[in-house]
T-cell receptor, first 113, second 113 residues
Framework: AQSVTQLGSHVSVSEGALVLLRCNYSSSVPPYLFWYVQYPNQGLQLLLKYTTGATLVKGINGFEAEFKKSETSFHLTKPSAHMSDAAEYFCAVISQAGTALIFGKGTTLSVSS | GAGVSQSPSNKVTEKGKDVELRCDPISGHTALYWYRQSLGQGLEFLIYFQGNSAPDKSGLPSDRFSAERTGGSVSTLTIQRTQQEDSAVYLC???????????FGSGTRLTVV
């Protein structure tokens, strides 16, 4: 069965520091993986996705993620955090039937000045 | 429309009453999804519509929950005899077939008192 585990429900960084949000997945089929961001009182917005091809995926707002099959991971990184990055981040994997996304429980990112 | 529109944005209802939540997807998006977001629980898949195919209802938590999509466009999620545990944010998303790049609405915050 497909599932996603996000390690750490809350991550705090200083402005300018590296952002690392961890995601591990379980999938019985070649995974399609996604990161979404949710700002307060808004819907989710797609940051980036991995389907096939290059394992290092670049997304919006300077974020990127690397698919590592051997580690069943898809961690999200950004070299230098901005205050505007404070939000909740969700990792997701496509369902086995390919009909829906299965989301993790989310990681709240706080950025301090 | 330009985005996914959900109404109402907030709904307070008494326990035992029925509620209807509406989703108006992006024009031309054939796939439509409903998710439930509860505090600390991430996003829970509820139901998926794709064109004229039978919907995937596998995520509906009980027979009090139902959804329909009329004319391949607007969708209504109905919760009968609401319970306090139904309190959550209900998110709708749409996408082009096979795209997996969901566009989410801002959600309906349901509070059952």
């Amino acid at each position: 069965a497909q599932s996603v585990t996000q390690l750490g429900s809350h991550v705090s960084v200083s402005e300018g520091a590296l952002v690392l949000l961890r995601c591990n997945y379980s999938s019985s089929v070649p995974p399609y993986l996604f990161w979404y961001v949710q700002y307060p009182n808004q819907g989710l917005q797609l940051l980036l996705k991995y389907t096939t091809g290059a394992t290092l995926v670049k997304g919006i707002n300077g974020f990127e993620a690397e698919f590592k099959k051997s580690e069943t991971s898809f961690h999200l990184t950004k070299p230098s955090a901005h205050m505007s990055d404070a939000a909740e981040y969700f990792c997701a994997v496509i369902s086995q039937a390919g009909t829906a996304l299965i989301f993790g429980k989310g990681t709240t990112l706080s950025v301090s000045s | 429309g330009a985005g996914v529109s959900q109404s109402p944005s907030n709904k307070v209802t008494e326990k035992g009453k029925d509620v209807e939540l509406r989703c108006d997807p992006i024009s031309g998006h054939t796939a439509l999804y409903w998710y439930r977001q509860s505090l600390g629980q991430g996003l829970e898949f509820l139901i998926y519509f794709q064109g004229n195919s039978a919907p995937d209802k596998s995520g509906l938590p009980s027979d009090r929950f139902s959804a329909e999509r009329t004319g391949g466009s607007v969708s209504t999620l109905t919760i009968q005899r609401t319970q306090q545990e139904d309190s959550a944010v209900y998110l709708c998303a749409s996408s082009l077939e096979g795209s997996y790049g969901y566009t989410f609405g801002s959600g309906t915050r349901l509070t059952v008192v």
